[in-house]
């Protein structure tokens, strides 16, 4: 992660974990590697008493490992965006369009 850019939020403590973004908790599928990066996250978060406090969590990430990261299926939105490439500076930017109402008939 990016302790810095997290700081810069104001977030009140920080849990630093050099994974890579979106596998901030580890690898799909290793349950256990997950619960230790919680856990440690959990620990220095309540050993923590300064606001702003950084602790960078000790945990390596395993460059060598077999990974897959695209899902089986395009989550909702990317499909959305695929459909409708126009519409992506509104995301962007945080202004999506308002939901369609349902009609009935």
Partial sequence: MMPELTASTGAPRIAAVEHPFGLTVGLPDDAGGQL????????????????????DLQFEWNYDAELNTHPPQLPPIASYLRRHPWAFPRFFN????????????
């Fill in 94 to 105: 945080r202004t999506p369009p308002e939901p369609t109402p349902f009609k009935t008939a």
């Fill in 36 to 55: 230790a990066v919680l856990r440690a996250t959990l620990q220095a978060l309540a050993a923590i008493s300064e606001l702003g406090d950084v602790v």
